[in-house]
């Protein structure tokens, strides 16, 4: 029962489920609804679907994370970024429109639901950590730019294809030709008037004398106002004969049970963009619900949401849906609506269901160009180019993983972007590492504390060199510490004891032991002591399981001060230029 | 001339050379050349192409090593590794035998000799450390499995095919009909004639009264003693007409100026391996050059290694040879003999060009399986399986790494093995900083000194939580300091400062610097202070950059003794069950 309530949240909080809790939810629930109507249908064309695989991803999925996961805001569903992710991984294995597409999308959403819920039953979630938080900000931001230009056909009214920036401008270049003028009034009226209501309506409707809640609805509802006045327009005009592109028939139906396709073939060609969506999209939940759990001071566990977002993708792959994941902006207006529990989101697909079998005919006449309005002003959102400036001045490691992933994902697409991103994090942590700080230290005085001599006025001996290695010691730097130690008793020749501070050193791999045995060897041959100081216990522990303390040519010291009291004497106080930070 | 005589060290021992140097170099080169004639026909067997080629790699290459290179002793030339990983590098895209083959052996040795060339230039040494030690020892010991199994077909006289220890083996079943047993009498002979004067020959001849010096230079012709043998025996006997394969027709020739292929296609199939070899080679030598400096207190530049290595290279690629490198065998030997500079490389050099032009005709009856004997009784000595057990003992994530590279070097070819063992070695390195350890420090008694309350009796105050991290802050470990200060002081209610304790941390970059912001901001919210302590000063540089420090909630002590003084009482001595480890 109680690993059965651990896999299972809902067990939990159903117990404590009363009135007052459904009341708000419903709330809640019908509020995100109709949010939802317009932004699925508008996931799915970006995703290159039939709108209806949008309304199907947001039905079981969202039902079968209230059940699994562990967060009490978070909406389910498509989003703007794994849907882009979703279009370019399936572009390369079949034509949109084609059934193979289609069955590509739910493909990709199983392996997806798979890898995910793998990860979770093994408790791998930390394996979200290799994305660091810069690559995830220039990821988002590039992927806002190429989901705003990818949508600009939509308002231009033109045909267009590509994954790439240049791809998708060079596209749209060719094609200007074929511009429809109509289109392109209503595009741009839509996306101007959604960008109007999400900053200039709210403190319009404030001064009017709305309440700030009431006010609040309205500007939730400016999408949905855009959808009716925009489908009118076309309906009454008869604008679709004109050139104007619309969403056309929408089956009315529950979500159908599908089977995605399962070809060895398509497995592989599929796999590693799954793994990528898999990856980005539980990032992407993770943080949102911990945002919104954080508001709350409640707790979600990542591990166990790797098991909602797993089993929401699954459901999503046998319901005729696409990849989902926790989206930023529904989880908001839910929380902010009022939500009290996954309950809410139950409601929320009830609602979407009873619109999958009754409203879909009234968006027959529904532009597409309208649709890509409303992407276009979710996504401007995301782009958020300060990051550059902020790791510029941080840490220019940081930044060069940033640039290489926003100007990869622009250029070569979005895989190719997050994965460089992920490489040059490792590739220039592990280049640190490789060449440690290495400081010579002595003691300040009056007190039992070392620091480095070139920074802090501090006791020192000539006959003793103290080193304190700011890193641990492992193969990418074993030889380093060879190499210096050689080079400073060499230079040196006072020298007659040396002592390696290891305060700062976490780990000595079978490398780094080999070289310290090598330069145990070293220093005895030419007559110097060699000590260690301030071995930390699972460092000592692992030590203790090799010949090396019994060669040592020296002790270990507990601390560096009793290192420091049997083998120096204050002969000399360092006068750096640089003082004390303190 | 300084920048000049910094690539060119040959320039600065030249200008001491004298008559008693060039006596001593001109020794050590007539044993060089003696023992390097049927070992560079071998390795070239090995590397699936025709004898002269090895010769040929020998000269050349040799010559601009002296000039280049740093090591005194090192002898540059075909080397079993290495020749392994051409064969398998070049099996890829040319069918042994043709004269694609040939061209690809020669691409190969130009683009590992521009990429090593390159790496010198930049100063780019470091990235041989990428392959730890563990890695090193398992992959020479899986390549010496696998060459000694090539090496059976002949001596058992069949043909067979593979670069993987089960494709070897099944090919060999497949072929043991075809078994020559007049091959597989002189193969076993000579291969344990050879096994024979290894070990046996030399107590011998010690025991019969020569000199220690005699008799070893006595060993060192053995492999010529058995060629000279069976070579005599195949002409007087006839045995090429029995089945017995020979080396046959080599051409009488100075090495003959050759142009690698350079078509984009052969590039892009090649460049992979070529940068594999040039690691695998340059590590092998860099070691040999170092432990041979070593015992003359000389000092070799790992840089300056890699231009000296990149030029021997470019030198094969242009004159009929293949990869080369700087051997452990032929260095060992080269060092043993007496040669004292560079120069006796050039002397070899002459002395093996001097054998291509005269003494080609002599080998014509040598017996293939000769050479497949000396090359099994050279590789057998690298086979050592004791890494397995030392690494169990110490280190199980090392343990993992080596015999994941044997496992799969013998499993699924060398370049596969190899990459594994690195990638192997990388990821558990993350892994484990992924999780650090974290011990909450307490004083010890009667000094300034801070340990861990498990497994020291220090003094606690209950009121102040100090923490000391044991790992750089960074993205893959972000996360996990949050949710433990979180879990912490959830639990705890009545801590009232947090102290992190920083002497092991030797960086913060950007991810990590906005979880200790998010850290700070919630400690803020429910009242706790949030101290820093013995932050170095490289990271303190960087934090200085940010908005932190002016938010943080509480101070950054320059000592935890410090922090102790301002914030802390002792109320409590921890009372570990593991006590102290001095």
Same mark, same amino acid.
């Given at each position: 029962m109680n690993a059965l309530r651990r896999y299972v949240p809902a067990l939990e909080w159903g117990r404590e489920y009363d009135r007052s809790a459904f009341s708000d939810d419903l709330t809640a629930a019908v509020i995100v609804t109709i949010m939802l109507i317009p932004q699925s249908l508008a996931y799915a064309l970006l995703a290159g679907l039939p709108p209806e695989a949008g309304i199907y991803a947001s039905i079981v999925p969202i039902v079968l994370y209230a059940m699994f !996961?562990?967060?009490?805001a978070l909406a389910v569903g498509p989003v703007a970024v794994v849907s882009l992710l979703t279009a370019s991984a399936i572009g390369q294995v079949a034509e949109q429109g084609t059934a193979g597409y289609a069955v590509a999308a739910l493909t990709l959403a199983f392996l997806s639901g798979a890898f995910l819920l793998g990860l979770g039953l093994l408790r +791998? !979630? %930390? +394996? @979200?950590? %290799? +994305?660091?938080h810069p690559v995830i900000a220039g990821f988002i931001t590039a992927s806002g730019i190429l989901i705003a230009t990818s949508q600009l056909k939509h308002i231009l009214g033109i045909s267009a294809e590509g994954h790439t920036l240049i791809e998708m401008a060079g596209s749209l270049l060719t094609h200007l !030709?074929?511009? #429809?003028v109509i289109t392109l009034i209503i595009g741009v009226a839509a996306t101007g008037f959604l960008f109007w209501v999400r900053k200039g309506l709210k403190p319009l409707l404030r001064n009017a004398g709305l309440s700030p809640k009431l006010a609040d609805v309205a500007t939730k509802a400016g999408p949905v106002a855009a959808v009716v006045v925009t489908t009118l327009s076309v309906w009454i005009f008869g604008l679709d004969g004109q050139g104007v592109k619309i969403v056309g028939e929408v089956p009315q139906s529950l979500p159908p049970f599908t089977m995605p396709g399962l070809s060895l073939d398509l497995i592989r060609q599929l796999a590693v963009p799954a793994i990528m969506i898999s990856i980005i999209g539980f990032v992407e939940s993770v943080s949102v619900a911990q945002t919104l759990a954080a508001k709350k001071r409640q707790s979600i566990d990542p591990d166990q949401e790797l098991i909602g977002l797993g089993a929401a993708n699954l459901g999503a792959a046998f319901t005729g849906g696409f990849p989902v994941t926790g989206g930023f902006s529904r989880s908001v207006v839910n929380f902010d609506a009022g939500a009290r529990t996954p309950a809410a989101g139950v409601y929320t697909a009830a609602g979407l269901a009873i619109a999958a079998i009754g409203l879909t005919p009234l968006v027959y006449y529904l532009p597409k160009a309208t649709l890509a309005a409303t992407i276009i002003v979710a996504v401007v #959102?995301?782009?958020?180019?300060?990051i550059l400036k902020k790791t510029w001045t941080y840490s220019r490691s940081d930044f060069a993983a940033v640039l290489a992933t926003i100007v990869l994902t622009l250029a070569l697409g979005v895989e190719t972007g997050v994965a460089t991103g992920v490489l040059v994090s490792i590739g220039l942590h592990l280049y640190k590492t490789s060449r440690p700080h290495v400081a010579e230290v002595g003691l300040v005085p009056g007190t039992q504390h070392f620091r480095n001599i070139n920074r802090h006025r501090v006791e020192t001996d000539p006959e003793l060199l103290m080193l304190r290695v700011d890193e641990s010691l492992y193969f990418v730097n074993a030889r380093f510490l060879q190499d210096l130690i050689q080079t400073r008793t060499s230079t040196d020749c006072k020298t007659r004891n040396v002592v390696l501070?290891? #305060? @700062?050193?976490n780990e000595i791999d079978f490398s780094a032991l080999e070289s310290l045995e090598a330069i145990n060897t070293r220093l005895k041959e030419i007559g110097i002591g060699f000590h260690l100081s301030e071995v930390k216990g699972p460092v000592m522990d692992r030590l203790r399981k090799s010949h090396f303390l019994d060669e040592l040519n020296g002790k270990v010291f507990l601390a560096q001060y009793d290192a420091w009291a049997t +083998? !120096?004497? #204050?002969l000399h106080t360092s006068d750096p230029e640089k003082y004390d930070y303190l």
């Open positions: !996961g562990t967060s009490r +791998l !979630g %930390f +394996l @979200a950590n %290799f +994305l660091s !030709g074929q511009i #429809s #959102s995301l782009i958020d180019l300060s501070m290891c #305060s @700062a050193v +083998l !120096g004497k #204050s």
